[in-house]
Each structure stands twice: as structure tokens, then as C-alpha cells.
């Protein structure tokens, strides 16, 4: 089973500035089967990247995602308020498929 | 606009039995594989069965194998889970999600299940 690591555990930052979050692999995630999600207290999972790099649908253009083999990033160019929230990583290169423990961007 | 409903969560006895719903709409449900997600209080999601589109292949964490059992009715775009020989760390809000080559890009709102006597 692959695992996933995320860092940082917390995040704490103000609207505008940016959040770099980081997912490593216990072993290759070839071809960038890798996706982000956010998740708001009380809400479920929302897909935010997949494929390590592509935008999900209605997703704005200030998150980007990045990396390869066992080192992934997700960047958050200027953090809106609708933007303070869990993220969590997931790879499906391998079954079962497996999520990181998560990333909290929170408010400074 | 996709929708996943779940129901049928609640607090059940260690060794007791539940099964959820979900209910689908606003997408072509017969078209897709569709998955039960977990997540325990504090705790990142952790993927629990799935099924293929037309009901013939399904597979388990190992975790839930033999115990739970998962199963669909594309003519009423529903999802079910039977859950058995319930355990006190199978409490978690359980989510129906639609799988997209090994992602998820579509959840339910998720369903409580208690598991303590």
C-alpha cells in the first residue's frame, strides 16, 4: 500500500498571500496519478486537481498542482477566505487507493 | 447539477448490521463506477469498496472484506452498502462517490455511522 505524507500539518497564513502544500509518496505515483481535494468543516471532499496537474471542473486558476514520481505540490497563488480548509492528496496508481493524512490551511 | 444522497446511517450495536443509500442524479449513473468512501472523526478519507458500472465486479478494502457488501440498481440510479459484524472502528461519516479513472469527482454529503453499545 502506497502512503502518503503531507506537510505541513497546519498551514497558517492571511488572505492574499500564497499556500504551498506538500504530498510525498512511499513509493513512485507514476504517471501522475495524483490528485488534491478540499474539505470544509461539515462538508464533504471537493476534487480540486487530478492527474497531478489538471483543474477540475468550475475550479479557479489561483490552484495549480505540480511534481512527479514520489514528490507532488499544490500551490494556492493569493488564499481567498473560501480558501481556509482541509486539503487531503490521494493516489490511484496503485489499490487500494490511498489518501495523505491531510494539510489546514487556517487563518493568521 | 450531479447529486449523491446518502441515508441510513445512525448508531448500531457492535455486531449489529446497517445499510446505506445513494441516491444519484443529474449524471448518466449506469455509465460509472461508483465507491464507498470513509472518514473518521479527525481523520483523512479512506477508500472502502467499489463497484463497476454494471454491477458484475466489485472489490474491498481489507478491512470491510467478508463483512460488507456492496451492491447497485442502475434502473433506480441507487448504491447500496450492507454493512455486517459492525466494529467500533467502522465508525465514520460514509460518503458515495463517483469514481473517475481512480479519483472521485463527485461526493455525496456523507452519512453517520456510530458503531458503540
Known amino acids: 500500500e502506497i502512503v502518503l505524507t503531507q506537510s505541513p500539518g497546519t498551514l497558517s497564513l492571511s488572505p492574499g498571500e500564497r499556500a504551498t502544500l506538500s504530498c510525498r509518496a512511499s513509493q513512485s505515483v507514476s504517471s501522475g496519478y495524483l490528485a488534491w481535494y478540499h474539505q470544509k468543516p461539515g462538508q464533504a471532499p471537493r476534487l480540486l486537481i487530478y492527474g497531478a496537474s489538471s483543474r477540475a471542473t468550475g475550479i479557479p486558476d489561483r490552484f495549480s498542482g505540480s511534481g512527479s514520481g514520489t514528490d507532488f505540490t499544490l500551490t494556492i497563488s493569493r488564499l481567498e477566505p473560501e480558501d481556509f480548509a482541509m486539503y487531503y492528496c490521494q493516489q490511484y496508481v496503485t489499490a487500494p487507493f490511498t489518501f495523505g493524512p491531510g494539510t489546514k490551511v487556517d487563518i493568521k | 447539477e450531479v447529486q449523491l444522497v446518502e441515508s441510513g446511517g445512525g448508531l448500531v450495536q457492535p455486531g449489529g448490521s446497517l445499510r446505506l443509500s445513494c441516491a444519484a442524479s443529474?449524471?448518466?449513473?449506469?455509465?460509472?463506477?461508483m465507491h464507498w468512501v470513509r472518514q473518521a472523526p479527525g481523520e483523512g478519507p479512506v477508500w472502502v469498496s467499489r463497484?463497476?458500472?454494471?454491477?458484475?465486479?466489485?472489490r474491498y478494502a481489507d478491512s470491510v472484506k467478508g463483512r460488507f457488501t456492496i451492491s447497485r440498481d442502475n434502473a433506480k440510479n441507487m448504491l447500496f452498502l450492507q454493512m455486517n459484524s459492525l466494529r467500533a472502528e467502522d465508525t465514520a461519516v460514509y460518503y458515495c462517490a463517483r469514481g473517475a479513472g481512480g479519483y472521485y469527482n463527485a461526493w455525496g454529503q456523507g452519512t453517520l455511522v456510530t458503531v458503540s453499545s
Open positions: 463497484i463497476n458500472s454494471d454491477g458484475n465486479t466489485t
Open positions: 443529474g449524471f448518466t449513473f449506469s455509465s460509472n463506477w
